[in-house]
């Protein structure tokens, strides 16, 4: 591997890593399926299982990638040859082509809004005219499809020239820039008249309201946004040097998402309750409500410029990770090849994608067992396959990798106290694979 494959320093992993978490998994699809689903139970149970589940396996794939320092399909080669082990990778790529194709739809609406906030053709609208607007965005094909190949072409242009090389430099500022403008829009949205209300629904938790789908879509959700199960953070890490320590990585990016995801809460529903709109909306939730809040502020036009550029920004950090993945299984790391993989690869997942860009339009009423097409791709990965993917490596790393190992990787770069361990290795070999399968049956109705 050559030296240009490295993360350059301990904050570099952190950042990538935590880029590739943050995006619109924390910010787009959480409030929206915690408005469909309930609000705070589903907030609730999305924190345990983001805790309990969740960051124990990232750090399980951590540990894997940084011990073989391969990728996600050679990694599990390594540690387990001649095996059927190599196909949590292979399945973890396939996902990753699938997860992007719908991922870019929505990253080129926030590319379409981006283009237009700079035009000042945002601001002063009422809400309807938000509403409209949003589903012209997403309804006419030109601009559904054609937002979505700017994206695709934004994410390949990156991850062709090799991923480390900018992502760290631009995360740097990115990231606090981000949470900073977050927090304004926090403290903007909390002081509409009426805000509690929205409050209230999003962090108390009515369990009445809980059904085996909140369940399912919470642990989906979970996963998700740590960007979990498909390798994606095997991969990360495999550019990662001895020496750095694990646990540290895995608390700063399972808590910058956690607060992220808190953050996104607070942003919208107050201003949900308070500005009229239905928690229920949907995926059209942050793109109808969020453009409202910053009518309410002074300055809101280039506060929501920059918003969106850094929503932009959060959005393509996380689909780079994804094509990363993809090419670097496919050129098994070398470098020579990237190029053409990373184009390849595009414009097969760009024309994967298309029926997804047009599910809000003139697709919209063909359903597949009823579902748009997108919603199927999107139910199948984050509901399906992240969470069986995170059951395989939960089995792989607790019965397959050895005890003794798996304790040395984790206090390299760091002193791990035994009962840390303990505890981690018992969620890993039983608390996770249990849970998953739990909630697996309880959806099929079989538990
Ligand atoms: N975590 C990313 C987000 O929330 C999405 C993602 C999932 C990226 C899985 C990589 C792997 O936007």
């Given at each position: 591997m050559s030296i240009q494959n490295q993360w350059s320093s301990k904050i570099g992993f952190i950042?990538?890593?935590a880029g590739s978490a943050i995006g619109l998994g924390a910010i787009w699809k959480l409030p929206y399926v915690a408005g469909t689903s309930g609000g705070g139970a589903f907030f609730l149970i999305y924190l345990l299982f983001t805790i309990f589940l969740g960051a124990p396996l990232l750090i399980s794939e951590f540990m894997i990638g940084r011990s073989t320092q391969k990728e996600a399909i050679s990694a599990y080669e390594s540690i387990a040859p001649n095996s059927y082990w190599p196909w949590i990778g292979k399945i973890g790529v396939g996902t990753s082509i699938v997860l992007l194709s719908f991922y870019s739809v929505v990253g080129g609406w926030v590319v379409n809004y981006f283009l237009r906030s700079l035009t000042g053709s945002l601001t002063g609208l009422e809400l309807e005219e938000y509403q409209q607007l949003f589903g012209t965005i997403i309804s006419n094909p030109y601009q559904a499809v054609g937002a979505h190949l700017i994206f695709i072409l934004l994410t390949v242009a990156i991850v062709s020239g090799g991923v480390q090389k900018g992502i760290e430099r631009v995360t740097r500022f990115m990231m606090p820039t981000l949470f900073i403008l977050f927090i304004i829009l926090v403290f903007r949205s909390l002081s509409l008249d009426g805000a509690m209300e929205g409050v209230s629904f999003f962090l108390k938790p009515d369990f009445?309201?809980?059904?085996?789908?909140?369940?399912?879509?919470?642990?989906?959700?979970?996963?998700?946004?740590?960007s979990l199960g498909i390798s994606t953070m095997v991969t990360y890490s495999s550019y990662l040097q001895k020496g750095e320590s694990l646990p540290r990585s895995m608390f700063s990016v399972v808590g910058l998402t956690i607060f992220i995801s808190l953050l996104a809460g607070l942003a919208i529903f107050p201003a949900v309750f308070a500005l009229g709109f239905e928690p229920t909306?949907?995926?059209?939730?942050?793109?109808?409500?969020?453009p409202a809040v910053f009518n309410e502020m002074a300055f809101g036009a280039i506060f929501f410029v920059a918003f969106l550029a850094l929503l932009l920004f959060a959005t393509i950090t996380s689909s780079i990770s994804l094509l990363e993945i993809i090419v670097a299984s496919l050129t098994k790391g070398s470098n020579d090849r990237r190029l053409k993989t990373a184009w390849t690869s595009g414009i097969f997942i760009f024309m994967l994608g298309i029926p997804s860009a047009l599910s809000f339009g003139l697709l919209g009423d063909s359903l597949i067992f009823g579902r748009t097409f997108f919603d199927l791709m999107d139910f199948l990965v984050s509901n399906i396959f992240l969470p069986l993917g995170a059951l395989l490596i939960a089995i792989f790393v607790g019965y397959k990798m050895s005890k003794s190992a798996l304790f040395d990787e984790m206090s390299q770069g760091s002193v791990v106290p035994q009962w840390l361990f303990k505890f981690w290795y018992f969620l890993i070999r039983y608390v996770t694979p249990a849970a998953i399968t739990f909630?697996?049956?309880?959806s099929l109705g079989i538990l």
């Amino acid at each position: 591997m050559s030296i240009q494959n490295q993360w350059s320093s301990k904050i570099g992993f952190i950042l990538a890593a935590a880029g590739s978490a943050i995006g619109l998994g924390a910010i787009w699809k959480l409030p929206y399926v915690a408005g469909t689903s309930g609000g705070g139970a589903f907030f609730l149970i999305y924190l345990l299982f983001t805790i309990f589940l969740g960051a124990p396996l990232l750090i399980s794939e951590f540990m894997i990638g940084r011990s073989t320092q391969k990728e996600a399909i050679s990694a599990y080669e390594s540690i387990a040859p001649n095996s059927y082990w190599p196909w949590i990778g292979k399945i973890g790529v396939g996902t990753s082509i699938v997860l992007l194709s719908f991922y870019s739809v929505v990253g080129g609406w926030v590319v379409n809004y981006f283009l237009r906030s700079l035009t000042g053709s945002l601001t002063g609208l009422e809400l309807e005219e938000y509403q409209q607007l949003f589903g012209t965005i997403i309804s006419n094909p030109y601009q559904a499809v054609g937002a979505h190949l700017i994206f695709i072409l934004l994410t390949v242009a990156i991850v062709s020239g090799g991923v480390q090389k900018g992502i760290e430099r631009v995360t740097r500022f990115m990231m606090p820039t981000l949470f900073i403008l977050f927090i304004i829009l926090v403290f903007r949205s909390l002081s509409l008249d009426g805000a509690m209300e929205g409050v209230s629904f999003f962090l108390k938790p009515d369990f009445s309201k809980v059904t085996s789908d909140t369940v399912l879509f919470a642990l989906g959700q979970s996963f998700f946004a740590l960007s979990l199960g498909i390798s994606t953070m095997v991969t990360y890490s495999s550019y990662l040097q001895k020496g750095e320590s694990l646990p540290r990585s895995m608390f700063s990016v399972v808590g910058l998402t956690i607060f992220i995801s808190l953050l996104a809460g607070l942003a919208i529903f107050p201003a949900v309750f308070a500005l009229g709109f239905e928690p229920t909306e949907g995926p059209s939730l942050i793109f109808t409500v969020l453009p409202a809040v910053f009518n309410e502020m002074a300055f809101g036009a280039i506060f929501f410029v920059a918003f969106l550029a850094l929503l932009l920004f959060a959005t393509i950090t996380s689909s780079i990770s994804l094509l990363e993945i993809i090419v670097a299984s496919l050129t098994k790391g070398s470098n020579d090849r990237r190029l053409k993989t990373a184009w390849t690869s595009g414009i097969f997942i760009f024309m994967l994608g298309i029926p997804s860009a047009l599910s809000f339009g003139l697709l919209g009423d063909s359903l597949i067992f009823g579902r748009t097409f997108f919603d199927l791709m999107d139910f199948l990965v984050s509901n399906i396959f992240l969470p069986l993917g995170a059951l395989l490596i939960a089995i792989f790393v607790g019965y397959k990798m050895s005890k003794s190992a798996l304790f040395d990787e984790m206090s390299q770069g760091s002193v791990v106290p035994q009962w840390l361990f303990k505890f981690w290795y018992f969620l890993i070999r039983y608390v996770t694979p249990a849970a998953i399968t739990f909630v697996f049956l309880h959806s099929l109705g079989i538990l």
